[in-house]
């Protein structure tokens, strides 16, 4: 659907990733799958090669300057491939984010630059033991020592973990004031001191080496600390908008690869004489899964325009938890309804369904539950709609008795 809306430079950018796509080795999708190899670093000096990895960021830095239309279009395409190797690229995008709004001209050509140019892999440290959605009561600490930094504490579910050669980590580094005013960011590089403690087993999204790291007593320097001291909190939110817009179009290339493998199923299936896409039974569980791509397709491209376009922040912090709870949610249905249709092959890794169903559900979870997602959505609508204008007509007086105040009664 989106197809009528992409200008000729985004048909050349979608060609360019699916010939891309099209390039990675059977064999290292199923060995990571297999868990026999736990962080592919030649998928992203491949991407590097071709000049994919940070499309949004400036060409000095080896990016290509485009937007969050482009960028969409190219993070679907990834989702063909497993869902971990989406993340991987996605993280160069979020990672990058950080760098390249608040860093430095020294961390920008020090870490961005040789990190789009699959020189170096980057990874995101946000989650702890304690908690997952409770990110501001993160317990990891940061104590000024001249020059330095000295850190202590530990992360978990950091993807990336087992390849990465530097983290962004968030840290307190004040005990004092409320917690959205004491934390800080850091580049804290793997041979500082970073100690990979334990690589997950996990049910999907496998081979990405996601694991939890330990900081004991890292000494990492002053210069590493991206933008201010106990600015964490304005990093962490900008740092959401690529964390959740990767989420949200990286399952569209899941959810649409799985709904085209059901439809190609169900046109050879025969059952009881007759091909299975003529039983309503099975063509209406395609035509639902049709309709909720294309919805949630529309609102990942839109949301990705109003970012473009800058203005309302606030609306685009909903708008981004919206695409991002409505396109992880409408993946995980297509996936469960495509493998319903494939029937009990569905079930086996005859077909990859398995694999997506396994990868899907993950992405309901991380950057931010769908739960969370929910809290922001309310959240940033009723803060609108109570405080806008009446600059429309006033629906609610169009009821017959609207003027029997007495009858509306609200305590």
């Not at 920008?108 to 170096?120: N, S």
């Amino acid at each position: 659907m989106i197809e009528a809306m992409l200008d000729d430079a985004q048909k050349r950018l979608r060609s360019e990733v699916r010939e891309f796509v099209k390039s990675i080795p059977r064999q290292m999708l199923l060995d990571m799958d297999a868990e026999k190899i736990r962080y592919p670093h030649e998928y992203l000096h491949e991407a590097a090669a071709r000049g994919l990895l940070g499309l949004r960021f400036p060409k000095e830095y080896g990016g290509r300057e485009l937007g969050w239309r482009d960028e969409v279009i190219a993070l679907e395409e990834i989702g063909a491939l497993p869902l971990s190797l989406g993340c991987l690229y996605s993280l160069v995008s979020i990672c990058g984010e950080a760098l390249n709004v608040f860093g430095t001209e020294e961390q920008k050509r020090k870490y961005l630059e040789p990190t789009i140019h699959g020189k170096m892999c980057c990874a995101e440290a946000l989650t702890e033991p304690r908690g997952g959605s409770d990110f501001f009561g993160a317990t990891t600490v940061a104590h000024k020592d001249g020059d330095s930094y000295i850190l202590n504490g530990q992360k978990r579910f950091v993807v990336g973990a087992e390849g990465a050669d530097y983290f962004l980590v968030y840290a307190k580094t004040s005990q004092d004031g409320p917690s959205h005013q004491s934390l800080s960011m850091f580049i804290v590089e793997k041979d500082m001191g970073v100690q990979v403690k334990h690589v997950y087993g996990l049910m999907g999204t496998r081979g990405g080496g996601a694991g939890r790291i330990l900081f004991r007593d890292v000494q990492v320097p002053a210069r590493n600390i991206v933008g201010r001291e106990g600015q964490g909190a304005e990093i962490f939110y900008q740092m959401m908008i690529p964390e959740r817009m990767t989420s949200a179009a990286g399952v569209l290339g899941i959810a649409r690869s799985a709904l085209e493998i059901a439809a190609r199923y169900s046109e050879r299936r025969k059952a009881f004489g007759r091909r299975i896409r003529d039983f309503q039974a099975v063509s209406f569980k395609v035509a639902d899964s049709l309709t909720r791509f294309d919805a949630a397709s529309s609102l990942v491209h839109t949301t990705a325009v109003a970012i473009d376009r800058g203005g309302d922040a606030n609306l685009s912090r909903r708008l981004v938890s919206e695409a991002k709870k409505f396109a992880t949610q409408a993946a995980w249905e297509i996936v469960n309804d495509a493998m319903q249709i494939l029937g009990g092959i569905g079930y086996t890794n005859v077909y990859p369904i398995e694999r997506m169903l396994r990868d899907t559900r993950l992405a309901m979870i991380w950057t931010g539950t769908n739960e969370v997602m929910n809290l922001i959505i309310q959240h940033e609508y009723y803060r609108d709609v109570l405080s806008r204008p009446k600059d429309v007509r006033d629906v609610e007086a169009d009821a017959p008795e609207a003027l029997v105040e007495d009858e509306k009664v609200f305590e």
